[in-house]
């Protein structure tokens, strides 16, 4: 079992930045796979970024706004958002799995096992 706490969220106006950090209790941290989703409310949970084990593989939708990066000396991951717009108000959660997935596959949800309880992100117009 990771247990994982995101930190960073707060009230942004649009075209602000926001840093998010996912900080994990793994002894071995780099064997996950670590994920950033959000959900906003009435809609279902999105994928926006993961980073691979090894750091150099990445899944970023939306790679023009949004940059994954993990410290492993840290146990730490870190989602940085610039241009945020109104409709990237959501709560954020960390996730991580343990199966070396890639490429598309680290976007499904459920090949992650272990969740953080979220940080909440508002982003005003």
């Known amino acids: 079992q990771v247990y994982l706490a995101e930190s960073g969220g707060g009230l942004v106006q649009a075209g602000g930045s926001l840093r998010l950090s996912c900080s994990a209790s793994?002894?071995?941290?780099?064997?996950?796979?670590m994920a950033w989703f959000r959900q906003a409310p009435g809609k279902e949970r999105e994928f926006v970024a993961a980073v691979s084990q090894s750091g150099f593989d990445k899944y970023i939708p939306d790679e023009g706004r949004f940059a994954i990066f993990r410290d492993d000396a840290k146990n730490t991951i870190y989602l940085q958002m610039n241009n945020l717009k109104p409709e990237d108000t959501a709560v954020y959660y960390c996730?991580?799995?343990?199966?070396?997935?890639?490429?598309?596959?680290?976007?499904?949800?459920?090949?992650?096992?272990?969740w953080g309880q979220g940080t909440q992100v508002t982003v005003s117009s």
């Open positions: 793994a002894r071995t941290f780099t064997v996950y796979t």
């Open positions: 996730a991580s799995t343990y199966i070396p997935i890639g490429g598309q596959d680290m976007g499904v949800a459920t090949n992650y096992g272990s």
